[in-house]
């Protein structure tokens, strides 16, 4: 028997010649060898034992009764019929035999079928699924899968994939942002679910944007390809990108349009590690992704400020020195209350004034 992490790969039929104690010394070998192979396969036989058993229970326990059926069947058989030679006999007797070989094989396929319905039903309803919320103020980091891909999670987003996987493929969902750093193996793609996107890869490092509100997939790669494609406009044309460090691909609902583009944006993975570049940028977008990085509301009270043009690059360094250069730079007030700051224009003083 070959280990498989499928159930339906399991040779159940060997399994239940060997519990009926039916199995040659061959197969009885075969069997003792693949559940020296695991944990796993040593448990899924006794789980087989277990529902064989119950199965015989549950087919004991019904008003139907075999031996009663088999009495009647073999008094109809040996009625008197004229005169009966040997070979009525003879043919009464093999007739006898394939019922019951027949009727064998009926219970153990119903036995087998029991069992494998049962034990992939079980694990089906029992399959163990992770599901990683993070909050409208969290960013959760190092994120491991059980494959060793690693996932941080920006606030107010949602990850799912199970404990295992399974099949040809790596499949998670997701919901919001996230950046993966997915493990090379080339045998069985990563595939990623985010809104109406499939986002498939190897081995590589991107940026997935599916915030349900913005109508949009936005995928940012940093190192290898990714495969973007949405599945309902696989009939259309440009339905899907191969993207590679460095190109940003968009799904938009709205037009259901797949765009790529060059990457332009230097803070797009800025919620991740904090470094923040900004080359003659106005101060409104500055506060708008310095508010979406910290987690917190910036207002500028003035709307005199929001074209003021900041060129600086910020390397993992906190909120409050960050606008407290701001405020140096453009000569502003900074005050903070509740979680919340607020820049205005520098008051004049009078007493300073020129006459």
């Known amino acids: 028997m070959k280990e498989s992490d ?24 075969e069997v003792e060898r693949w559940t ?25 326990t019904r008003k139907f009764d075999p031996a009663a059926a088999w009495e009647k069947l073999e008094t109809e ?7 009966i030679g040997m070979e009525t006999h003879v043919f009464h007797f093999s007739l006898r035999r394939r019922l019951m070989r027949v009727a064998a094989s009926v219970l153990l396929a119903l036995m087998l079928g029991f069992v494998g319905f049962y034990i992939g039903n079980r694990q089906q309803k029992t399959a ?10 969290q960013v959760l980091h190092g994120i491991t899968l059980p494959d060793g891909t690693v996932v941080t999670l920006n606030c107010n987003s949602k990850l799912n994939y199970p404990a295992r996987f399974s099949g040809k493929y790596r499949k ?14 080339a045998s069985k793609p990563f595939v990623i679910h985010a809104g109406h996107a499939q986002i498939k890869v190897l081995g590589t490092s991107f940026n997935v944007s599916a915030r349900p509100g913005d109508r949009t997939v936005e995928v940012t790669v940093e190192s290898g390809r990714v495969q973007v494609r949405c599945p309902d406009w696989a009939q259309q044309s440009g339905g899907e990108l191969i993207l590679v460090p460095g190109e940003k691909g968009v799904l938009i ?20 590690t904090h470094d923040l570049v900004f080359e003659q940028t106005p101060l409104k977008e500055v506060v708008q992704i310095l508010g979406n990085v910290y987690l917190t509301e910036i207002q500028l009270s003035d709307p005199a400020l929001n074209q003021l043009l900041l060129t600086a690059h910020f390397d993992n360094q906190s909120i409050d020195f960050i606008l407290e250069v701001i405020r140096l730079t453009f000569n ?11 820049l205005t224009a520098a008051k004049v003083n009078p007493l300073k004034t020129k006459p």
Request: proline content about 3%; charged content about 30%.
């Open 6 to 29: 499928h159930i339906e790969n399991v040779n159940w039929e060997l399994l239940a010649r060997f519990l009926s104690d039916e199995a040659s010394d061959a197969e009885k070998e």
């Open 36 to 60: 020296g192979q695991s944990a796993e396969n040593l448990n899924r036989l006794k789980s087989a034992g277990d529902i064989m058993q119950k199965a015989r229970l549950y087919y004991h």
């Open 77 to 83: 058989m040996n009625k008197p019929v004229g005169k």
């Open 128 to 137: 163990v699924f992770t599901e990683v919320i993070s909050t409208e103020k």
């Open 172 to 185: 998670v969902s997701i919901e919001g942002e996230a950046f993966f750093e997915v493990k090379p193996d």
């Open 253 to 272: 609902y709205a037009n259901k349009q797949l765009v790529k583009s060059v990457n332009e944006n230097p803070n797009v993975i800025a919620w991740k």
């Open 332 to 342: 502003l007030e900074l005050s903070a209350e509740k979680g919340q700051y607020f």
